[in-house]
């Protein structure tokens, strides 16, 4: 039997994969994460969030799956604090480490 090979990844999926913009990327999947996080816990149908968040129910949807292109990390904001959530933005220096400064979300 052959040994199996693996690799190590960063904590960015998206810049493994060579993705564009991966840091972009990661914050909008974590933001669309909450969101669905939320409308679960709030057993939101996606029509009735489309309704809270402005969009159209196909909208949520596509997003909900992964296509979350066409959403600004400042529009999924706006998604939560229409889920009645506060969003914070925090500033800070970095902390050193072996990655340099990046965004996350908490």
Known sequence: MGRKRFEIGSQ??????????????LVKAQLVFKIDTIMKRRRLKQSEAA?????????????LRGDFRPFSVERLLRFLVSLDQDVEIVVKPHRGGNRGAALHVA
């Open 12 to 25: 960015n999926v998206f810049r493994d994969l060579g993705v564009p913009d991966a840091e972009e990327h």
């Open 51 to 63: 309704t809270l968040l402005g969009v159209k129910q196909p909208d949520v949807s596509r997003m």
